[in-house]
């Protein structure tokens, strides 16, 4: 039986979401609905990816009882109200990241999963790619023996995008890019927790940062450092150094369709969305969708590669960062 | 007229600078004589290079009269007597890197060469090869546009070297390997200062560091972050980003023969030493000697690629990322 997928918001990231869908089998994943807060956005979403029913408004969404399990593409400040209302209404959710602005705001929305028993999921598709289960292989199997270092960083002109520009729509480029760079350094670590972090930053005119550079301290002697850019492109290559050799994430690392291994190239093509993507590679989102569908049919309430857990420590990292270059929202 | 060089200790670095020096013309770089503290010491090292005369103690090197500028690559904790030594005695000197072991040391040894009006170099070789020329021409013209962000880091497995390992001999990667990295961060950023300097690092069972991450503000949106470790094989590459271009600066960095502008490669080659030399393209050190040449035939006291303000930044961030991670020399 297919997974029944509702979509919320209509905007660029679920345009590339339903167009990475669409390259699924129809017997696996299918479209039931989509809804925008203006119902003309919705049914053009509808109309172009082929989807039956439109609404203008999250909470009819909310409630079709077709709807197994939605997807959240709306911007970062809304994705805490819009999963809430959905885990009232007993749906499963798949919620782009960053899962909510803050910890407090993920914790929340884990809790409440538990509560009602349904699968929440932070949609960090770098973690579900081909190419990254590569590199956990590389690094579960021993070829690079112990990671003792991960130095990743993230910077595009993407400064005047709204998005990441104004404070009121959860700016900055911690959340936004540095989250990406974040998650590499968690999976490289398994997970742990840093047992020290330290950050610098610029910030714009609205309080929100522009730049942002971390170190982030390990048990036994290892250590990472991120760095992200909204203004200047920076090479956008994660390196995981092992004590036996070195895995490197070239651009786009996020994601990723090569890797080397020692040096040696691994390629890992991605197949072609069903329409013109707004995001690089945004086919890569469908390796999330099946992901979902794995954890519906199992009844599992969260992932193992993108558990809880992974989410509510990530939210603490860049919380953490946040607080030290001086950036605050509203929520906080 | 010939430079007219001593030679302070017969160690390793010693032997490969003079094997450099040994590539150039003889009448232009002339080698008078070697000192260790142990005599037979200089004896070999003076027969291995044909130096005319080899002394058992640094006295005896300071005092000889037809000695014009001498080259001290002693272990670090005994640069600053010895370049005092020197300095008192009328010579001029190019210290090996680090200039002292601190920013009070440096300081001390800059104000006794102004005092007497001798040239004082310290032995960062990178700044005078070939290829940094180079990376230096790619920022000044603005092919890359404005330096934005640095990222360079430098690991081997060095940890059971005993001037890596034991505090008492200036032990640390911050002073030994990390100044190679701030000195990329330096010179990409035309000798500002940082304005914010944050640090971690794990330290050794003698309470010097095996390892370092630091991150460094500058005006501007500027950042940048360097990366150290005694225990494993980082990339030991360097990215200078630009806002239109980036110049990388590959394995070894340090003594780089290639660099990438904007993914194009140019190389650089280095000639080979006059004997087999202890560390990588050690031949590079022939082009510090060759600006020391050139310092002293136009009556200079201090080099404009190394002044003495480069080197007091330098050991000013090493004092604060020294300080931040615990690691505090005797002397300190």
Redesign the interface.
């Known amino acids: 039986m297919a997974t029944r997928w509702g979509i919320l918001s209509a905007g660029k990231i679920s345009h590339d979401f339903v167009s990475a869908l669409r390259t699924l089998p129809t017997d696996e994943h299918e479209l039931v609905c989509v809804a925008a807060r203006d119902l003309k956005s919705a049914q053009e979403f509808a109309r172009l990816h082929g989807i039956p029913k439109a609404y203008g408004s999250y909470d009819e969404l909310a409630r079709d009882p077709r709807v197994e399990v939605v997807y959240v593409g709306t911007i970062h400040p809304h994705h805490l109200s819009a999963t809430k209302l959905l885990l009232k209404n007993g749906k499963n959710v798949l919620v782009e990241k960053p899962l909510t602005l803050n910890l407090k705001g993920t914790q929340e929305l884990t809790s409440l999963a538990r509560k009602h028993n349904l699968f929440l999921m932070e949609a960090l598709w770098s973690r579900f790619l081909p190419s990254y289960e590569f590199v956990m292989n590389a690094i579960n199997t021993g070829i690079i023996g112990d990671v003792?270092?991960v130095?990743v960083?993230f910077?595009m002109p993407i400064a005047d995008v709204d998005r990441v520009n104004r404070k009121e729509l959860g700016g900055g480029t911690v959340i936004d890019i540095g989250i990406y760079t974040l998650n590499v350094v968690q999976m490289a670590f398994g997970g742990e927790k840093p047992t020290?972090i330290?950050?610098?930053?610029?910030l714009n005119e609205n309080g929100v940062d522009?730049?942002?550079?971390?170190?982030?301290?390990y048990s036994n002697?290892?250590?990472?450092?991120v760095?992200t850019?909204a203004?200047?492109?920076?090479?956008c290559e994660a390196?995981i150094?092992?004590?036996k050799g070195?895995v490197?994430i070239p651009f786009p690392f996020w994601c990723a369709d090569k890797i080397y291994l020692n040096d040696v190239k691994y390629e890992f093509d991605l197949p072609q969305p069903a329409e013109i993507c707004n995001f690089w590679n945004s086919c890569g989102l469908r390796y999330e969708a099946e992901e979902v569908r794995k954890c519906l049919i199992a009844g599992k309430v969260e992932s193992a590669v993108m558990s809880h857990k992974d989410s509510e420590l990530l939210a603490a990292i860049m919380d953490e960062i946040r607080r030290q270059i001086g950036v605050k929202y509203d929520v906080d």
């Open positions: 003792n270092h130095t960083n910077g020290e330290k950050a610098i930053g610029h522009e730049s942002m550079t971390a170190v982030l301290k002697g290892r250590t990472a450092n760095a850019s203004r200047v492109k920076y090479p390196h150094v092992g004590t070195v490197r």
